[in-house]
T-cell receptor, first 114, second 114 residues
């Protein structure tokens, strides 16, 4: 069974530029999560999708971050414009369902904002 | 407010020695709990989980954890540590009425001395 795929693995941008991350969850997983993991901290949930609908985006900085999950499969997370404090690893995870389901994580995208 | 505390930021143990990583949580609802491990440059891998029932749970790689409701703790243990166990360990808590949302601790970095 293929795992959660993410790309790119690394990205370096200047502040005020835009960036996009892509995630392909495990086949058949209805729930998809995007987490932000700042160095030295645990992952923090940014947004949760159930199929192609948003379940929780309460911690997503909506003035600069956006995410979509078209057709209930792949997802993209965008930052525009980026700030220095956005430097982090962005993790995508998926689970079969949203009720106490084990979340399977991708390798993450390490973003550096200069 | 919901929170997860891992009091030890960094622990060093000798290979073959026993290990205990601490996790305390503060949660209003009945929780379920996970321990994940993260190796450098990798995503998070599930070690074990507790939903209900027997409070001592067994996981992969010889790890176990004990849920103690009275102490709001879910400590991770291993009787004999291997050099390959060196990694970052995260405790995570969810609740049945929170739709799959997890709150992570800040992590404990484990180093193993030969």
């Amino acid at each position: 069974e293929a795992g959660v795929a993410q790309s790119p693995r690394y990205k370096i941008i200047e502040k005020r530029q835009s960036v996009a991350f892509w995630c392909n969850p495990i086949s058949g997983h209805a729930t998809l999560y995007w987490y932000q993991q700042i160095l030295g901290q645990g992952p923090k949930l940014l947004i949760q999708f159930q199929n192609n609908g948003v379940v929780d985006d309460s911690q997503l900085p909506k003035d600069r971050f956006s995410a979509e999950r078209l057709k209930g499969v792949d997802s993209t997370l965008k930052i525009q414009p980026a700030k220095l404090e956005d430097s982090a690893v962005y993790l995508c995870a998926s689970s079969l369902d949203s009720v106490a389901g084990e979340q399977f994580f991708g390798p993450g995208t390490r973003l550096t904002v200069l | 407010a919901q929170s997860v505390t891992q009091p030890d930021i960094h622990i060093t143990v000798s290979e073959g020695a026993s290990l205990e990583l601490r996790c305390n949580y503060s949660y209003g609802a009945t929780p379920y709990l996970f321990w994940y491990v993260q190796s450098p440059g990798q995503g998070l891998q599930l070690l074990l989980k507790y939903f209900s029932g027997d409070t001592l749970v067994q996981g992969i790689k010889g790890f176990e954890a004990e849920f103690k409701r009275s102490q709001s703790s879910f400590n991770l243990r291993k009787p004999s540590v291997h050099w390959s166990d060196a990694a970052e360990y995260f405790c995570a808590v969810g609740a049945w009425n929170q739709g799959g949302k997890l709150i992570f601790g800040q992590g404990t970095e484990l180093s193993v001395k030969p």
